[in-house]
């Protein structure tokens, strides 16, 4: 069975799977050169990355998730995902709106939204599942690079707990999204 993972800063990876968060900004990996990163898949593993992973980008609250890579040569991935919405936000202002609910700073924010002088970014509400244990696979030289997806050959069921944030939390989340970058319900 081949499942799509997400890479996604391990700091990152970490706030979602605990439910401190469950908004991520994406613009697209270095060799992802024409349109930039899409929401290609609705449900996902998280696939947590340390390359590039940049402490002055993260928020304060978030510093504290950094760690060095506990077991380099393998990846354990911490969760599945689903996405609940997309929104591409042509907005900087809209962007930074969104500033306290995901872990990345308002510098990185607008680094980001206007990386490759295309200014715009991409916002994720999703319901992340903890994998129980997280599933611990080997990285292989296909998995490697600035893409955001990579299909993985797995051959297993992957197992998950309840969602990281109770439906109530997720809904007011989305909501304020929605509310914040003037989309109506």
């Given at each position: ?5 997400l ?25 992802e ?5 899409e ?47 997309v ?31 295309r ?29 955001s ?37």
């Amino acid at each position: 069975m081949t499942l799509p993972a997400l890479k996604e800063w391990d700091a990152q990876a970490q706030a979602l799977t605990s439910g401190q968060t469950a908004v991520i900004l994406r613009k697209g990996g270095i060799m992802e050169t024409h349109g930039g990163f899409e929401a290609e898949h609705r449900a996902f593993l998280l696939y947590p990355t340390f390359l590039h992973q940049n402490p002055a980008e993260l928020r304060p609250e978030f510093q504290p998730l950094l760690r060095p890579d506990p077991m380099p040569g393998q990846i354990a991935l911490p969760a599945r995902a689903e996405v609940l919405d997309v929104y591409k936000i042509e907005s900087l202002e809209q962007v930074l709106a969104l500033e306290d609910l995901q872990a990345l700073n308002a510098a990185a924010v607008e680094r980001r939204f206007h990386y490759r002088n295309r200014p715009w970014l991409h916002a994720l509400v999703l319901r992340v599942f903890p994998l129980t244990p997280p599933l611990t696979i080997s990285e292989t030289p296909e998995m490697l690079g600035c893409v955001s997806w990579v299909p993985l050959e797995l051959g297993l069921e992957v197992p998950a707990a309840a969602p990281a944030l109770a439906e109530a939390a997720l809904e007011h989340l989305r909501g304020e999204v929605r509310d914040r970058l003037h989309v109506r319900r």
